[in-house]
Nanobody, 123 residues
Framework: QVQLVESGGGLVQAGGSLRLSCAAS????????MGWFRQAPGKEREFVTA????????IYADSVKGRFTISRDNAKNAVYLQMNSLKPEDTAVYYC????????????????WGQGTQVTVSS
């Protein structure tokens, strides 16, 4: 089992920045690829970004490319999401997720999920 706890969400004005953190406990963190997903009210959960087990490879949704950066620190059992140039359409609950094997943009392959952290971007 892997337990994931997100933090760092909040209210920010458009154009601002936030840094989300996801702390992991349980199994060996470096065995898991990590992803960030988000879900806005009335919408389906969508992929944001993912990072490989080593941190060497990342992928991003087109909607956040160039604005968001995912990173991880395997020594601290944590993954981060730096969000810059935030837009009102980024408003959502953000979830981190863990999966064994290769990282993926599909939520179906993720075995463990955090409880989510709310990000609200005002215009």
């Amino acid at each position: 089992q892997v337990q994931l706890v997100e933090s760092g969400g909040g209210l920010v004005q458009a154009g601002g920045s936030l840094r989300l953190s996801c702390a992991a406990s349980g199994r060996t963190f470096s065995n898991y690829a990590m992803g960030w997903f988000r879900q806005a009210p009335g919408k389906e959960r969508e992929f944001v970004t993912a990072i490989s087990r080593s941190g060497a490879t990342t992928i991003y949704a087109d909607s956040v490319k160039g604005r968001f950066t995912i990173s991880r620190d395997n020594a601290k059992n944590a993954v981060y999401l730096q969000m810059n140039s935030l837009k009102p359409e980024d408003t959502a609950v953000y979830y981190c997720a863990a999966r064994t094997g290769v990282f993926s943009a599909s939520s179906n392959g993720y075995d463990y999920w955090g409880q989510g952290t709310q990000v609200t971007v005002s215009s």
